[in-house]
């Protein structure tokens, strides 16, 4: 689901002011209209503290600067900025809870502060509240397509978690398997905030390149992550807990050259996801070239 370690990443600085705006949007919808009841720890303090902890609201700017070069005025980049991140911080919270991660942000994860029950209302919360968001947008006869498009990638990403948690404690040998859980993983929240702004502009015929381009850049973001789990993935008491890119290379046959392997796929996904980001109209994919070149660095 996440973009993991958001931190380790090098995006261009957003602006204060789109971020203040944007935050205290989300917040306001995650709240609602003030009537209904809370306690300290309940689902609405803890979405809000998710909301507040940081992160570099990758989603938000993929959104907000493809939105504006396609010439969408700035409430509705703006809506689908916001109902971006509210999936995404959906997605952590649920992420933390299946995978019993402690920390996030530097922070308690929901789960860890305040119980599993109060995490899945916490990010059930904040999926609602996406929808909220896209429900703003001016032209209103897009409506119905633009929430069958967040249904559907999130429905991806559902599966996506699904499969991956049936095979907690398989090893998993099959990279075409691996790449069809990490592109629904990681890949459909990235897709989805690019193909909001485009299906807004009216400029649908750009949809399938835009998923492609950006569904690369999510598949190479996991398997750098990969890397950087694998020990720890590895070390489940009943086998793997993760599904670990350089874990099926290995046990696909790849042995000593997993890593090598695994880098070359990374590198030849993000080429192509530049390739595509440089050919978009109006310098849309700009955002996302910058993105992927500096994942191409790291790698």
């Not at 602006?15 to 609405?44: C, K, Q, W, Y």
């Not at 999510?218 to 874990?247: F, H, K, T, W």
Request: charged fraction near 20%; include cysteine; charge should be negative.
């Amino acid at each position: 689901m996440p973009l993991p370690a958001e931190g380790s990443i090098s995006v261009p600085d957003s602006t204060g002011e789109f971020l203040e705006e944007l935050n205290g949007l989300m917040l306001r919808l995650v709240r609602g209209d003030g009537s209904h009841a809370d306690f300290p720890g309940g689902p609405i303090s803890a979405a809000s503290e998710v909301l507040s902890s940081g992160g570099h609201r990758v989603r938000a700017r993929l959104a907000f600067d493809t939105g504006i070069a396609l010439g969408l005025e700035s409430r509705d980049a703006m809506a689908i900025s916001a109902a971006a991140e509210l999936l995404h911080n959906a997605s952590l919270v649920h992420d933390d809870l299946h995978d019993r991660e402690k920390t996030r942000r530097g922070r308690p994860s929901v789960w860890a502060a305040y119980g599993d029950e109060v995490a899945v209302c916490t990010g059930d919360l904040l999926l609602s509240a996406a929808y909220a968001a896209v429900a703003d947008i001016s032209n209103l006869q897009l409506l119905p397509k633009l929430l069958s498009l967040v249904h559907q990638r999130t429905l991806r990403v559902i599966c996506g978690q699904c499969i991956e948690l049936s095979t907690r404690g398989q090893q998993v040998d099959s990279l075409a398997f691996y790449e069809k859980m990490a592109l629904a993983k990681s890949g459909a929240l990235l897709s989805l905030p690019l193909e909001m702004a485009f299906l807004l502009s009216g400029k649908e015929a750009w949809l399938g390149e835009v998923r492609e381009a950006a569904e690369g850049f999510g598949l190479s973001y996991q398997m750098m992550d990969d890397i950087a789990d694998v020990e720890s993935d590895a070390a489940g008491d009943c086998g793997p807990r993760a599904v670990n890119a350089l874990l099926v290379l290995r046990a696909a046959g790849h042995g000593g050259n997993s890593l090598s392997v695994a880098r070359e796929m990374a590198l030849h996904r993000l080429m192509n996801t530049i390739e595509i980001a440089e050919r978009l109209p109006n310098g849309a994919g700009l955002f996302l070239k910058n993105l992927a070149l500096a994942l191409c660095q790291r790698f």
